[in-house]
């Protein structure tokens, strides 16, 4: 029966179209068309753009999510040794648009030719999977557009791939797989020419604009709720619009300039839930290594025409961002950062991004992180991949030993904690603010009790208030330190922690506190060893207060 219910509160929010396309999925196939002679619409006016670091290291050698590999025969690009996430990697081809890519281009037409050699259509594989369709394409064309010399064998795969997506759009998944879906058909749509680019260019025209408007919500963020998606969007925002420009003839002005306002409603999104480091926080599944860091995509967005210069605090101010499309709460001053998520766990119908994250927040003073969520190292089906979306990975409160929402699998929410009683009040003159939510996640799942939770932010404390209304029989607060703070000194009642230019004081009432061992995620394939305060609640009301000084 418990099986049953995960099931059932898992498939509730599926839209119907998930479930039509699911089923259609299984029963029509996309058909293997050769596509010979189509032409490429050459252009001038791309703005070329490294992104990344370097992924083909040489003939057979690869580097991705932090782990070498190789390839030295055909099987190894679906090599079942390798985890799944790895593998679709190796089909991206990012290492097009990496960081001085201008000077391995015999390189990356080696493996251009090796990809078409090695994984012609017929034998399926991770390569002609939608979304690894969708990212190589995009990338090849880029690469051509930026002056990788090309070839007929080239061209006809490229069409080839772009025809097989057409007929095997994500629709079962929408969310992000589907836009770079339409994202992929745009960029082949342009690039060639004739009636089948003219087909997948409709196709891809016909899904945009709806689900740009859905999937960036009015205060700009994405809503999948997590930064580092966030960031990947943008980037394909980017892509987009150098597309458009390079092809002004092939989309609809008004597509242009919803896709202008767009991404610089993005850009405040993501300087907001970024830290003093100029990198994204770590809620749902955010680390560093997978979008482009900030620096670069400002850079990006330079060369295309836009003014997204980095966003300075003013020294004594203490300003306050609530997005109340996304959820999250953002308090800045020109020292401190200090992000909360007072957010749903993301859309209902597609949260497999989500973490157990309700009510937690990161801090961080200067460039150095102090408090943080434990970011995310791998993907799967894994007791860690697990661990990794609950609750106690988190800065915020377990309940009777269960995570807030009910994360399963590698990618699925059962029973999920809904926000309610949110409220954000304005900067006083006393330069101080308090904001507070409450979440349901645990009465949901059978528990009679209601976690609440109370920020009070100035320019030197925070105050943190948790209030577990109800009856409970276990609780523990976490506090997760960065790897590169110090705990100084620490008792039941308090510690004192150390950064690289700040003394943070941590004061309990209500509650125990130890200091635990734990790791930190901040890249896939990444763990390193840090420390977290473990909290054990003794009340039903607990406060902690945290303040800071510069060294």
């Given at each position: 029966m418990?099986?049953?219910?995960?099931?059932f509160?898992?498939?509730?929010y599926?839209?119907f179209?998930q479930v039509?396309?699911r089923?259609?999925k299984k029963?029509?196939h996309?058909k293997?068309?050769h596509v010979e002679?189509i032409?490429?619409?050459t252009n001038?006016?791309?703005?070329r753009q490294?992104?990344?670091?370097?992924k083909?290291?040489n003939?057979?050698?690869?580097?991705?999510?932090?782990?070498?590999?190789s390839v030295?025969?055909?099987?190894?690009?679906?090599?079942?040794?390798?985890?799944?996430l790895?593998?679709?990697n190796?089909?991206?081809f990012?290492?097009?648009t990496?960081?001085?890519?201008?000077?391995?281009k015999e390189?990356?037409?080696?493996w251009?030719?090796k990809w078409?050699?090695?994984?012609p259509a017929?034998?399926?594989?991770n390569?002609?999977?939608?979304?690894?369709?969708?990212?190589?394409?995009?990338?090849w064309?880029k690469?051509f557009l930026s002056g990788?010399?090309t070839?007929?064998k080239?061209?006809?795969s490229?069409?080839?791939q772009?025809d097989?997506?057409?007929?095997?759009l994500e629709?079962?998944?929408l969310?992000n797989?589907y836009?770079?879906?339409?994202?992929?058909?745009?960029?082949?749509g342009c690039?060639?020419?004739g009636?089948?680019?003219?087909?997948?260019l409709a196709i891809?025209?016909?899904?945009?604009?709806?689900?740009?408007?859905?999937?960036?919500?009015?205060d700009?963020g994405?809503?999948?709720?997590t930064?580092?998606?966030?960031a990947?969007m943008l980037?394909?925002l980017?892509?987009l619009i150098n597309?458009?420009?390079s092809?002004p003839?092939?989309v609809?002005a008004d597509v242009?300039?919803?896709?202008?306002?767009?991404?610089?409603?993005?850009?405040?999104?993501?300087?907001i839930?970024?830290h003093g480091?100029?990198?994204?926080s770590?809620f749902?599944?955010?680390?560093?290594?997978?979008?482009?860091?900030?620096?670069?995509?400002r850079?990006?967005?330079?060369?295309?025409g836009f003014a997204?210069?980095?966003?300075?605090t003013?020294t004594?101010a203490?300003?306050v961002?609530?997005?109340?499309?996304?959820?999250?709460?953002?308090?800045?001053t020109?020292?401190?950062?200090?992000?909360?998520?007072?957010?749903?766990?993301?859309p209902?119908?597609?949260p497999g991004h989500?973490?157990?994250?309700?009510l937690s927040?990161?801090l961080?003073?200067g460039?150095s992180?102090v408090?943080?969520n434990?970011?995310?190292s791998?993907?799967?089906?894994?007791?860690e991949?697990l661990?990794q979306?609950?609750?106690?990975?988190h800065?915020t409160?377990?309940?009777n030993?269960?995570?807030?929402?009910?994360?399963?699998?590698?990618f699925r929410v059962?029973?999920?904690?809904?926000?309610?009683?949110?409220s954000?009040?304005?900067?006083?003159?006393?330069?101080?603010?308090?904001?507070s939510?409450a979440?349901?996640?645990?009465k949901?799942q059978g528990?009679?009790c209601i976690?609440?939770?109370t920020?009070n932010?100035?320019i030197?404390?925070c105050?943190?208030?948790?209030?577990i209304?109800?009856d409970?029989d276990?609780?523990?607060?976490?506090?997760?330190l960065h790897?590169?703070?110090?705990v100084v000194?620490n008792?039941?009642?308090?510690c004192?922690?150390?950064s690289?230019n700040?003394e943070?004081?941590?004061?309990?009432?209500?509650a125990?506190?130890t200091?635990e061992?734990s790791?930190?995620h901040p890249?896939?394939?990444?763990?390193?060893?840090?420390?977290k305060?473990?909290?054990?609640?003794?009340?039903s009301q607990?406060?902690?207060?945290?303040?800071?000084?510069a060294l």
């Amino acid at each position: 029966m418990a099986k049953l219910s995960i099931y059932f509160h898992t498939l509730k929010y599926l839209k119907f179209t998930q479930v039509y396309h699911r089923i259609l999925k299984k029963l029509v196939h996309p058909k293997i068309h050769h596509v010979e002679g189509i032409q490429a619409l050459t252009n001038e006016n791309w703005v070329r753009q490294e992104l990344c670091s370097q992924k083909f290291l040489n003939e057979s050698d690869v580097l991705f999510l932090n782990h070498q590999g190789s390839v030295d025969s055909p099987n190894d690009w679906n090599n079942d040794k390798e985890e799944k996430l790895w593998l679709y990697n190796l089909h991206y081809f990012d290492d097009l648009t990496s960081f001085d890519s201008h000077s391995r281009k015999e390189l990356q037409l080696f493996w251009i030719n090796k990809w078409v050699d090695e994984n012609p259509a017929n034998d399926a594989g991770n390569g002609w999977e939608s979304y690894t369709l969708s990212l190589r394409i995009v990338n090849w064309t880029k690469a051509f557009l930026s002056g990788l010399d090309t070839s007929e064998k080239m061209l006809n795969s490229l069409a080839q791939q772009a025809d097989f997506l057409s007929q095997d759009l994500e629709k079962h998944l929408l969310g992000n797989h589907y836009f770079v879906n339409l994202k992929a058909l745009m960029f082949a749509g342009c690039y060639f020419e004739g009636e089948e680019a003219d087909k997948w260019l409709a196709i891809a025209l016909k899904g945009y604009e709806s689900e740009l408007k859905e999937q960036v919500l009015s205060d700009g963020g994405s809503f999948e709720l997590t930064p580092m998606y966030h960031a990947i969007m943008l980037t394909d925002l980017l892509d987009l619009i150098n597309l458009f420009e390079s092809y002004p003839s092939r989309v609809p002005a008004d597509v242009i300039e919803l896709t202008k306002q767009t991404i610089v409603k993005m850009f405040g999104w993501l300087h907001i839930m970024s830290h003093g480091d100029d990198k994204v926080s770590f809620f749902n599944d955010s680390t560093f290594g997978i979008a482009p860091e900030n620096a670069t995509l400002r850079e990006y967005a330079t060369k295309l025409g836009f003014a997204v210069n980095e966003q300075v605090t003013p020294t004594d101010a203490l300003i306050v961002h609530n997005m109340q499309n996304t959820g999250y709460v953002s308090v800045k001053t020109a020292e401190m950062n200090l992000i909360a998520d007072l957010a749903p766990v993301g859309p209902s119908y597609i949260p497999g991004h989500a973490h157990a994250d309700s009510l937690s927040f990161e801090l961080s003073l200067g460039q150095s992180r102090v408090f943080v969520n434990s970011g995310t190292s791998l993907y799967g089906m894994s007791s860690e991949r697990l661990r990794q979306r609950g609750t106690s990975a988190h800065n915020t409160v377990e309940i009777n030993k269960q995570n807030s929402s009910q994360v399963w699998s590698g990618f699925r929410v059962a029973k999920r904690a809904d926000i309610g009683n949110r409220s954000v009040g304005k900067v006083t003159t006393g330069k101080n603010v308090q904001f507070s939510a409450a979440h349901n996640g645990y009465k949901k799942q059978g528990m009679k009790c209601i976690h609440h939770r109370t920020w009070n932010v100035s320019i030197f404390t925070c105050e943190i208030k948790d209030v577990i209304q109800g009856d409970f029989d276990s609780a523990f607060g976490y506090l997760h330190l960065h790897p590169d703070i110090e705990v100084v000194s620490n008792s039941p009642t308090d510690c004192t922690l150390k950064s690289t230019n700040h003394e943070i004081k941590v004061e309990v009432s209500g509650a125990s506190l130890t200091v635990e061992d734990s790791t930190w995620h901040p890249e896939f394939g990444v763990v390193i060893s840090n420390k977290k305060l473990r909290l054990e609640y003794k009340k039903s009301q607990v406060t902690y207060r945290i303040n800071w000084k510069a060294l």
